[in-house]
């Protein structure tokens, strides 16, 4: 084994030390469950490693492709000026009013824009020339990741950062004879990522990792 492995005692003590979730984003969680909105959200130790990334290349917008129910686009708000946006897309209407909401008890309606509908379709319809984005979190159907990254490198800043969740696919992601199709999206992003000339990437191993890529 090269490096060291993250044992739930690490990952604890990264959350601890470093924590970017406070009684409102725990809230938001125990209520998404009684919602029944599966708990799918970006881990608290994901979240503090992308409030530092934001303020780190200075972000103040922000696109975002899967809401859930608005955790890591809180998180994400929390990280830019006054007058910084996340624009954020969500398939599931139920799923974005209830991120609305939450937004709103953080105190962020003004920083968070909820669009409802598929990916692409918003992408390539609504926000066309809606650029540039300093950062964007892809996190939704994994299928489609590399269709949101050839729609999104376009509407980036130089210097501006793309970052996709699960690149490492539940543990799959070095799997050679993997079948599933949100494994084989997953290998298909990161191939991608690796081989856009205008793009350097790294994958970030936290959560169930992060490949992000700078845009030269
Ligand atoms: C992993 S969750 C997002 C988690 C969220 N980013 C967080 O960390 O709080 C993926 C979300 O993408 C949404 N989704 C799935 N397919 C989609 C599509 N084609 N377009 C937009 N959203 C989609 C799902 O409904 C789900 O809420």
Known sequence: MKGTPLTDQ????????????DALLRELRSAAITAEIPAIQISPEQAAFMQ???RAI???????????????????ARALPADG??????LDPFRAEFARGWAKRAGLSSKIEVRVGAGVD????????SGPYDFAFIDADKPNYVRYLDLILPMMRRGGVIAGDNALAWGEIANPNAQDP???????????MAARPELQCSLIPIGDGMCVGVVL
């Open 85 to 90: 946006m996340v624009t954020t897309i969500e």
């Open 122 to 129: 918003v992408l390539e319809r609504d926000l066309a020339g």
């Open 52 to 54: 530092v990334f934001l």
């Open 182 to 192: 949100s494994v084989l999206g997953m290998q298909a992003f990161n191939r991608a």
């Open 10 to 21: 690490i990952v604890e003590y990264m959350i601890e030390l470093f924590p970017a979730e």
């Open 58 to 76: 200075g972000a103040k917008r922000v696109l975002e492709v899967g809401t859930l129910g608005g955790y890591s686009a809180i998180s994400m």
